[in-house]
T-cell receptor
């Protein structure tokens, strides 16, 4: 079945460092791909998405490119801020009802 | 407008008690999902409603779990005879999308803050 694999965490970075969080997927066809973020004490929010191969999703300085050839959707940011500290989930919709299949999530901590 | 709301935010139950968790989706959203998020894990699908119809309950872990959405709006997830392994955050999400609709712009799911259930 469809699945999402995220790199192991947690990740701790200094402010203004470069961030990469890896995500690979297994799916039938070419589904949309999502990154969700969960800030401390808050619900899951959609960070960005891509709907087809080679699409680049972007939001709040984060980017991710839908790579069909490597079945990947890695999340990147050129310069992280303390406010980016959160848990990040890669996800894809599966089945006719588009229920989301999530990766395990990775906790990012950014220190000043 | 208001987002998805859930209540209670926190629930402590003794093993064997029944609990009911409520979800108020965004007005007009036809699709409603329940997910279970164990500590340190990603959310896992429990069940799906399109309006009042429960179209998929394949993720419900046992027959102690029951969900309903009688008028196609508010939904309740009920867990009977709670066990310690039921301790988790229960998330509700809603979307505009109808089952089988391939429109990408409708497939974003909006999540509530979750209910953290602790079973002692």
């Amino acid at each position: 079945g469809d699945s999402v694999t995220q790199m192991e965490g947690p990740v701790t970075l200094s402010e203004e460092a470069f961030l990469t969080i890896n995500c690979t997927y297994t799916a039938t066809g070419y589904p949309s791909l999502f990154w969700y973020v969960q800030y401390p004490g808050e619900g899951l929010q959609l960070l960005l998405k891509a709907t087809k191969a080679d699409d680049k999703g972007s939001n709040k300085g984060f980017e991710a490119t839908y790579r069909k050839e490597t079945t990947s959707f890695h999340l990147e940011k050129g310069s992280v801020q303390v406010s980016d500290s959160a848990v990040y989930f890669c996800a894809l919709p599966t089945g006719a009802n588009s229920k989301l299949t999530f990766g395990k999530g990775i906790t990012l901590s950014v220190r000043p | 407008g208001a987002g998805v709301s859930q209540s209670p935010r926190y629930k402590v139950a003794k093993r064997g008690q029944d609990v009911a968790l409520r979800c108020d989706p965004i007005s007009g959203h036809v699709s409603l999902f329940w997910y279970q998020q164990a500590l340190g894990q990603g959310p896992e699908f429990l069940t799906y409603f399109q309006n009042e119809a429960q179209l998929d309950k394949s993720g419900l872990p046992s027959d102690r779990f029951f969900a309903e959405r009688p008028e196609g709006s508010v939904s309740t997830l009920k867990i009977q005879r709670t066990q310690q392994e039921d301790s988790a955050v229960y998330l509700c999400a809603s979307s505009l999308r109808l089952a089988g609709d391939t429109s990408h712009y409708k497939n974003e799911q909006f999540f509530g803050p979750g209910t953290r259930l602790t079973v002692l």
